[in-house]
């Protein structure tokens, strides 16, 4: 089954509105958790690394303001699309791992989120 | 800096086939390798992972993939190709000792022709 959750997988905006993405790990605690972006028929480029009670860390070239990433707790983290444009259209992805597993090297993605600024 | 290349923008084979999808990586440290499994509109399904021991490795749905210290490689395989097979693959990696930042590769779209 799913060990991390995102929500919502499809969401519509118009220009100029904010939308906030969640990424939850279920029934472990993700310290970090990763947000990628995906544009069509491309592959997947991180965006901004989330970390539990401190500042989010930022890829070169992506906007802190624009895409405010929120990691309030150990199970969630969130991202929002402020002031989305239609150019922010994207499928965005977030991922988390649980190091206290057996098996904790391994990094499970979320569903995705697909969202579409008209 | 660590990079993958997945040299392959899309491989076709025949169902019942077998099946290579390549990749390649570049990583300072110890590699950490994964293949994950994108279906349509969907996100990324984890496949399987080398971290250490045995070269090969087997993962979900009959996939397995062979790492190769000398040539840097880590390439996907399955002996005998589905339809339902037909996805696209990314191969990652991520430097063991430097957190759990992972690089993915452009992605192979992989179609199996009944």
């Known amino acids: 089954g799913a060990v991390v959750s995102q929500h919502p997988s499809w969401v519509i905006c118009k220009s100029g509105t904010s939308v906030k993405i969640e990424c939850r790990s279920l029934d472990f605690q993700a310290t970090t958790m990763f947000w990628y972006r995906q544009f069509p028929k491309q592959s997947l480029m991180l965006m901004a690394t989330s970390n539990e009670g401190s500042k989010a860390t930022y890829e070169q070239g992506v906007e802190k303001d624009k895409f405010l990433i929120n990691h309030a707790s150990l199970t969630l983290s969130t991202l929002t699309v402020t002031s989305a444009h239609p150019e922010d259209s994207s499928f965005y992805i977030c991922?988390?791992?649980?190091?206290?597993?057996?098996?904790?090297?391994?990094?499970?993605f979320g569903e995705g989120s697909w969202l579409t600024v008209v | 800096a660590q990079s993958v290349a997945q040299p392959e923008d899309q491989v076709n084979v025949a169902e019942g086939n077998p099946l290579t999808v390549k990749c390649t990586y570049s990583?300072?440290?110890?590699?950490?390798l994964f293949w994950y499994v994108q279906y349509p509109n969907r996100g990324l399904q984890f496949l399987l992972k080398y971290i250490t021991g045995d070269n090969l490795v087997k993962g979900s749905y009959g996939f397995e993939a062979e790492f190769n210290k000398s040539q840097t490689s880590f390439h996907l395989k399955k002996p005998s190709a589905l339809v339902s097979d037909s996805a696209l693959y990314f191969c990652a990696v991520r430097d063991g000792g430097a957190g759990n930042m992972l690089t993915f590769g452009g992605g192979t779209r992989l179609m199996v022709k009944p």
């Open positions: 990583v300072s440290g110890n590699p950490y």
């Open positions: 991922s988390a791992r649980d190091p206290l597993l057996e098996t904790g090297n391994t990094i499970y």
